[in-house]
């Protein structure tokens, strides 16, 4: 099982820059695709962007151009740079992996407990 952390939520004024982080541990024998979903509130979870193990990246059409994954395979981590911010990103923000647990095994999916990002206009 993979358990993630994330951090770097918080409250900025709109046109802020905000960083956030995913740390994953635990049985990682790969991590294949590393991403980012965000929830509003009253709204379903969106899809924000995901980077592949080979460096691959894919993004929401709202947020091109503003937002930036990247990862680091050496820490097990991904991180997502989110500069000019709008109150329209205020949601809470997802961590998602996924992962094989052993040479040959299928793939997992884990997420991370979230965290809170809000933008004041």
């Known amino acids: 099982q993979v358990h993630l952390v994330e951090s770097g939520g918080d409250l900025v004024q709109a046109g802020g820059s905000l960083r956030l982080s995913c740390a994953a541990s635990g049985s990682i024998f790969r991590l294949n695709y590393m991403g980012w979903y965000r929830q509003a509130p009253g709204k379903q979870r969106d899809f924000v962007a995901t980077?592949?193990?080979?460096?691959?990246?894919n993004y929401a059409d709202s947020v091109k151009g503003r937002f930036t994954i990247s990862r680091d395979n050496a820490k097990n981590t991904v991180y997502l740079q989110m500069n000019s911010l709008k109150p329209d990103d205020t949601a809470v923000y997802y961590c998602n992996v996924d992962y094989q647990n052993r040479y040959g095994s299928r793939s997992f999916s884990s997420w991370g407990q979230g965290t809170q990002v809000t933008v004041s206009s």
């Open positions: 980077v592949t193990n080979g460096g691959t990246t």
